[in-house]
Structures are given as structure tokens and as C-alpha cells.
């Protein structure tokens, strides 16, 4: 099961939101689980601590940080990048947390990748 993990690139949601996500979803599918995050901002820095806490050691088999393909993307079109992101990773299943700059939804419905939002009311 590849999921994407996105958010803001602020400290706008609670960590123990991200980590409720994470946890729930290895505890059913265990190392078939693929969790795909960008690599830089607060969402990913929580996905890449939990990944390296619940695979110590090499744990690329069990992720893929997608901060190369976003940053040696040619353009400055965000939509652009965020197709790149869905057609490079291809999610089975979204999480977005909050605000996404690089408005990932649109990439994700038109793939038909099933995306849950979460959001702070």
C-alpha cells in the first residue's frame, strides 16, 4: 500500500494527528506499507522521524521522500509539480494535513487516488 503523507510546511497541525495516521495504517498492512512524503517542511519531518522509528536502520524500502523530484522540477507552475509528485510516487491512498502549496488534490482526483483531508477546525 503506497500512501502520501502532505501538509503545510508550517507547525499548523498536531503531531499526534500525523502519528494517529501512521500507526493506524501499519498496524495493517506492516512492511507492505509504502509512506511517500516530500521530504522537507513540518508534515514531513514528523512522517520521516516516525518511518525511522518504526524501521530502524535502512529504511528506503519503506519510503520515498520525493524532495529530488520536487526540487529539480523545471518550472515554476505549482500544479505542475504536484502532477509530477502523484505520476512519479503513485499513491494508492492521500492524507493531506491542512494547506498544500502545491495543490497535490487536483493531481490526486483526476488520478483517482482516494484522498482523505484533515483539517483543524
Not at 513540518?42 to 529504511?59: L, R
Amino acid at each position: 500500500m503506497r500512501v502520501i503523507v502532505a501538509g503545510p510546511e508550517t507547525g499548523e497541525i498536531n503531531d499526534v494527528a500525523v502519528t494517529t495516521f501512521l500507526e493506524g495504517l501499519y498496524s495493517t498492512y506492516k512492511d507492505k506499507l509504502c509512506i511517500i512524503f516530500y521530504g522537507k517542511g513540518y508534515i514531513s519531518e514528523i512522517v520521516e522521524e516516525w518511518v525511522h522509528k518504526t524501521w530502524p536502520g535502512p529504511s528506503a524500502k519503506n519510503c520515498f521522500n520525493l524532495e529530488w523530484v520536487i526540487g529539480h522540477w523545471c518550472g515554476d507552475d505549482e500544479e505542475g509539480v504536484g502532477v509530477s509528485i502523484v505520476k512519479e510516487a503513485k499513491p494508492d491512498l492521500a492524507f493531506l494535513f491542512g494547506y498544500d502549496k502545491y495543490k497535490i488534490q487536483r493531481a490526486l482526483r483526476y488520478a483517482e487516488v482516494p484522498t482523505f483531508f484533515v483539517e483543524k477546525l
